[in-house]
């Protein structure tokens, strides 16, 4: 028996989109400010510092600018082994005391403020309010729908989202969508910005809830949850079940052609006549667990045993080496540095040069 497919939505066809009225083109701008600099704002200005930008941030916590340059600091060897900008510098960075100032001159905003949907509406009308017209302003929301928070903007056809991944100055992906009142040209204006700043970019044409990557993301954490509070499986066997097993293999190849060639010869046609009853069976609970505080506890000290005495930092620096190592290992940064070779020097977003620092060992200038 073969799962029945549910019919698929209806999807439009993809109409020619008017070019996006911004100050300038994509490829041309060269002041980002990043408003909400904690733990993703501060990856951002990272990632937009390395690739040559002028990065304004604001945030309203008053350690926000020691945390913010603690973070670029720690960043920045990684950023190095990437291949620097040759306009890179840590010193383009200005932490501004209102936002008002942070985004006054700005060409593209950033927003990573906290995941509170009343707190992303009053502050995504704020930015719009002080942004200087037809600059497009994205928010790193993990999962809300743009629809949900643009609604009390003056100008809400140039909000859309722009969610990355952690740490943004390291992992590409950007998915990019837009909400009911965006002007479709934003969403192709904030993509093209994306890709000229360096980033792997998936253009959404539908709002969906997660977006794509987290709701796969959450399908594996949500069973992963179910497992910790029956005490099924620890912490520890679930991280190494992923990096010695599938995880490998994600790394650069997906789910869905991975699991092709467990069909062998007779590929995803094959697989999906052979295991796709499978698809029935209790492996998935489908509901998430409730989150108490047993869970949430034996969650938290699962990790801490997983840590292994290593602090963040440490963890944060082994991380990123990490994904370096696969980056290269996987032909994604070559020799020197992965940044485009395309753009002129001085133009932001590509990077040619290793901004002075001494090259990693194997690597040529
Ligand atoms: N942490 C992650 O792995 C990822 C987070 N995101 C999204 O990024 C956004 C930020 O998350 P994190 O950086 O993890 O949180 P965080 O807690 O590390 O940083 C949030 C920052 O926003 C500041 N803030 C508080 N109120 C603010 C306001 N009214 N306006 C501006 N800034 C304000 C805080 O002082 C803090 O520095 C969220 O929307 C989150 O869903 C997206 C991808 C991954
Ligand atoms: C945990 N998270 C939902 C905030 C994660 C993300 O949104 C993306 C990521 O970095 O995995």
Redesign the pocket.
Known sequence: MTATPEPAPESAPRQARPPYPAPCPPDAVRRVAC?????????WAAHFLARGYDVTA????PD?EQ??RRLVDAAWPALRQLGLHASASPERLTVLPT?EEAVADAEFVQ?????KLD??R??LARIDAATPAGVVVA??????PMTDMQGEAADPGRLLVG????P?YLIPLVEVVGGKLTEPGAVDWASRFYEAAGKSVITMERELPGFIA?RLQEALWREALHMVANGEATVQEIDDSITEGPGLRWAFMGPCLTFALAGGEGGMAHMLDHFGPSLKSPWTRLEAPELDASLRDAMVEGCDAAAAGRSVAQLVAERDQGVIDVLRATGRLPQGGSQRQDAPADSPGAGTDTGGAEPAEGEQR
């Open positions: 408003v909400g600099a904690g733990v993703i704002g501060g990856g604001w945030d309203p916590a926000a945390r913010l936002l927003e990573s403020a906290p995941e707190l992303k009053s502050l928010s790193s929301t993990s999962g809300y969610h990355p991944f952690n943004p987290n």
